[in-house]
């Protein structure tokens, strides 16, 4: 009998853990609405801060001369403005925006990006493994599309689309650029991310170089790439 008694109440010391655990997690689900709040406010602040910057009051400059030059625009803002608005954008790689300091002024800059040239926030689709519920949320509400699915940047393209991959790996240029490795598709590819050059001077052997073929081509002249780079 003493044995039994021992085993019962072991029995319930489990129910008890388990009871404490469930409770534990609607906690998070509880705090949803204030952190993306907080989120969102921080979010805010990053863009008015960078608003007055010149990185970036250059970097827009910059960015208008290479849509006009490439022939996407012209001279003048409204008509550059006019065609990026037909552009559709591809975030990948971002972070955790609502914890790292450096993710959250990326995605202000994307954010003024859009309001410069006029391209509406509902165009672009981003992709983390790494966003919290909360972070995938915060987007929705600021009007981003959020993928469910990891694409590893193998998304075929049927018009022009803006990349923005800053600080991403090499393997995921590489993926977006053999899935649309064409002379019809390549040139509507414009990518915002690491310089192709400083990631060909970093390759140490032929095995790396190999498999980022795609990265170390020398067809992107003839195709006529865009790319622009932090």
Not at 20 to 34: F, H, I, L
Not at 133 to 159: D, H, M, P, Q, Y
Not at 162 to 185: D, E, M, P, R, T
């Amino acid at each position: 009998m003493a044995s039994g008694e021992e085993w019962q109440i072991v029995r319930r010391g489990k129910g008890i853990a388990r009871t404490g655990k469930r409770v534990q997690t609607e906690k998070p689900e509880a705090s949803e609405p204030s952190e993306r709040l907080r989120g969102k406010r921080r979010i805010t602040e990053a863009v008015n801060e960078l608003k007055g910057d010149n990185f970036w009051l250059e970097w827009r400059e910059l960015l208008s001369g290479c849509l006009a030059a490439s022939g996407r625009g012209s001279s003048e803002n409204k008509a550059v403005s006019k065609r990026a608005c037909l552009l559709d954008c591809v975030c990948y790689g971002l972070g955790n925006f609502s914890s790292c300091v450096s993710a959250r002024y990326q995605l202000a800059m994307l954010l003024l990006l859009f309001d410069t040239l006029e391209i509406p926030v509902g165009q672009c689709s981003m992709y983390d493994p790494v966003f919290t519920v909360s972070e995938c949320e915060t987007l929705r509400e600021l009007g981003f599309t959020v993928l469910t699915e990891n694409e590893e940047g193998k998304r075929a393209i049927c018009r022009p689309t803006l990349f923005y991959l800053i600080h991403c790996g090499k393997a995921l240029y590489n993926n977006v650029l053999w899935k649309n490795w064409s002379l019809q598709v390549l040139p509507n590819v414009i990518v915002i991310g690491n310089s192709f050059l400083g990631i060909q001077e970093r390759f140490c052997s032929q095995t790396q170089k190999d498999k980022a073929s795609g990265l170390t081509s020398n067809r992107f002249s003839n195709y006529g790439t865009m790319s622009w780079y932090c």
